[in-house]
C-alpha cells in the first residue's frame, strides 16, 4: 500500500509538471548570470535583453540571450554577452526600456533622476531628460518603459509616502509632457522600529496607451529570518485613472525550510507561448546574492496583451 501511495503520488506530480501553467515557472538563474544587483529588464529582438545592475562601477546594461520554452514558459538557459559600460559613471539605474524606431536603449537612473539615451554599443547619443523629480535615494525613478504605439515614455517613483505615486509622461524627445497619480495597495504590514519595510511600485509596461504596473511589498526583520516580498501585478488605464485587472499575486520568504526569497525590481513583456498565453519576464534583486543565502531569479508571469514592449 506504502508503494502504491509513492507511486501515485509521483505519478500526478509528473502529470502535473506536463500542465503547469507558464506563470507558474521561476528559474534561479545563479548558473548563468554574476551575482548581481539586476533592477531592470527590457527586450530588445527575438531572444535578445538588456538588463541593468543597479550597483554597476559604470552607467551601462547587460545584454542576454534567454531562451524560454516556447510550451510551458520554462527557462531553458541564459548566454551572458557581457556588460556594457558607457562613460557615465553609476546613475543607480532603476529602469532600461529599448527605442526601436531609433535601436536605443534609455536607461533611468535614480540618483539623479535623469533618463539618459544610449547606442547598444553604450555611447550616448546626446539626448537626455531634464531631471524630473526633485528626491534623491530612493525616492526618485523606479521604473521606465516605452510605448511605440502612442510614442510615449513612461516613468514611475516607487511612492510619494501617501499610497500613490507619481507616473511620469514624456514624448520622443524626453520632454515632459505630463504627470499623473498611481493608486497604491494600502501595505498588508505596519513598519516595525526594527528591520526594514518598503512598498510601491517598482515597474511599468505599456502596451497600446494602458500599463502594467509591478507593485512590492518587501518586510526584512533584523535577524532576516522570516523576511518576504509580495509581487502583484496590475494592468492600469492611465486616461481613466484605475486598475482594471489583477494579472499577477505572489509572496516568496526567507525562513529556515525556505530561500527562495525573491524581491522582483524588473519587468518586460517575454514570448507569446504556442498555446497564445503573452508573457511577462520578472527579474530579483538579490542584493549581489547577500551573504551566500539570497539568489537570482527570473520569473515567468501571464501578460494581459499580446503587444511586447517596444513592438
Same mark, same amino acid.
Given at each position: 500500500?506504502?508503494?502504491?501511495?509513492?507511486?501515485?503520488?509521483?505519478?500526478?506530480?509528473l502529470?502535473?509538471?506536463? !500542465?503547469?501553467?507558464?506563470?507558474?515557472?521561476?528559474?534561479?538563474?545563479?548558473?548563468?548570470?554574476?551575482?548581481?544587483?539586476?533592477?531592470?529588464? %527590457?527586450?530588445?529582438?527575438?531572444?535578445?535583453?538588456? /538588463?541593468?545592475?543597479?550597483?554597476?562601477?559604470?552607467?551601462?546594461?547587460?545584454?542576454?540571450?534567454? !531562451?524560454?520554452?516556447?510550451?510551458?514558459?520554462?527557462?531553458?538557459?541564459?548566454?551572458?554577452?557581457?556588460?556594457?559600460? @558607457?562613460?557615465?559613471?553609476?546613475?543607480?539605474?532603476?529602469?532600461?526600456?529599448?527605442?526601436?524606431?531609433?535601436? %536605443?536603449?534609455?536607461?533611468?537612473?535614480?540618483?539623479?533622476?535623469?533618463?539618459?539615451?544610449?547606442?547598444l554599443?553604450?555611447?550616448?547619443?546626446?539626448?537626455?531628460?531634464?531631471?524630473?523629480?526633485?528626491?534623491?535615494?530612493?525616492?526618485?525613478?523606479?521604473?521606465?518603459?516605452?510605448?511605440?504605439? @502612442?510614442?510615449?515614455?513612461?516613468?514611475i517613483?516607487?511612492?510619494?509616502?501617501?499610497?500613490?505615486?507619481?507616473?511620469?509622461?514624456?514624448?520622443?524627445?524626453?520632454?515632459?509632457?505630463?504627470?499623473k497619480?498611481?493608486?497604491?495597495?494600502?501595505?498588508?504590514?505596519?513598519?516595525?522600529?526594527?528591520?526594514?519595510?518598503?512598498?510601491?511600485?517598482?515597474?511599468?509596461?505599456?502596451?497600446?496607451?494602458?500599463?502594467?504596473?509591478?507593485?512590492?511589498?518587501?518586510?526584512?526583520?533584523?535577524?532576516?529570518?522570516?523576511?518576504?516580498?509580495?509581487?502583484?501585478?496590475?494592468?492600469y488605464?492611465? /486616461?481613466?485613472?484605475?486598475?482594471?485587472?489583477?494579472?499577477?499575486?505572489?509572496?516568496?520568504?526567507?525562513?529556515?525550510?525556505s530561500?527562495?526569497?525573491?524581491?522582483?525590481?524588473?519587468?518586460?513583456?517575454?514570448? %507569446?507561448?504556442?498555446?497564445?498565453?503573452?508573457?511577462?519576464?520578472?527579474?530579483?534583486?538579490?542584493?549581489?546574492?547577500?551573504?551566500?543565502?539570497?539568489?537570482?531569479?527570473?520569473?515567468?508571469?501571464?501578460?494581459?496583451?499580446?503587444?511586447?514592449?517596444?513592438?
Open positions: 500500500m506504502k508503494r502504491l501511495f509513492i507511486y501515485t503520488l509521483a505519478f500526478f506530480t502529470l502535473f509538471s506536463f !500542465f503547469t501553467p507558464s506563470w507558474a515557472q521561476r528559474k534561479k538563474i545563479n548558473r548563468f548570470v554574476p551575482a548581481g544587483d539586476y533592477s531592470g529588464i %527590457t527586450h530588445i529582438k527575438d531572444n535578445l535583453y538588456a /538588463v541593468v545592475d543597479d550597483k554597476s562601477e559604470k552607467d551601462g546594461f547587460y545584454l542576454w540571450n534567454i !531562451f524560454i520554452d516556447s510550451k510551458k514558459g520554462k527557462v531553458r538557459k541564459i548566454e551572458n554577452l557581457g556588460f556594457i559600460a @558607457t562613460p557615465n559613471p553609476n546613475r543607480d539605474a532603476e529602469g532600461i526600456a529599448y527605442l526601436p524606431h531609433r535601436n %536605443t536603449l534609455l536607461i533611468a537612473g535614480e540618483k539623479d533622476n535623469r533618463i539618459i539615451e544610449y547606442t554599443e553604450g555611447q550616448p547619443t546626446g539626448r537626455q531628460s531634464i531631471p524630473i523629480l526633485s528626491k534623491r535615494g530612493n525616492l526618485g525613478i523606479e521604473g521606465l518603459c516605452y510605448d511605440s504605439l @502612442t510614442h510615449t515614455v513612461y516613468a517613483e516607487e511612492n510619494n509616502g501617501a499610497d500613490s505615486c507619481h507616473l511620469f509622461l514624456l514624448d520622443d524627445n524626453l520632454q515632459l509632457t505630463d504627470t497619480i498611481y493608486p497604491l495597495d494600502r501595505p498588508s504590514a505596519k513598519p516595525k522600529k526594527k528591520g526594514s519595510h518598503i512598498y510601491g511600485a517598482s515597474e511599468i509596461l505599456a502596451h497600446g496607451g494602458n500599463l502594467c504596473v509591478l507593485e512590492r511589498e518587501v518586510r526584512i526583520p533584523k535577524n532576516k529570518i522570516g523576511a518576504w516580498a509580495r509581487t502583484k501585478i496590475y494592468t488605464i492611465p /486616461v481613466e485613472g484605475r486598475k482594471v485587472s489583477k494579472l499577477f499575486d505572489k509572496k516568496t520568504r526567507l525562513n529556515l525550510t530561500r527562495r526569497f525573491a524581491n522582483f525590481e524588473g519587468m518586460c513583456f517575454g514570448p %507569446t507561448l504556442t498555446d497564445g498565453t503573452p508573457t511577462l519576464i520578472l527579474i530579483s534583486d538579490s542584493q549581489h546574492r547577500h551573504k551566500g543565502v539570497l539568489r537570482d531569479w527570473l520569473q515567468i508571469a501571464p501578460s494581459s496583451s499580446p503587444e511586447g514592449e517596444g513592438k
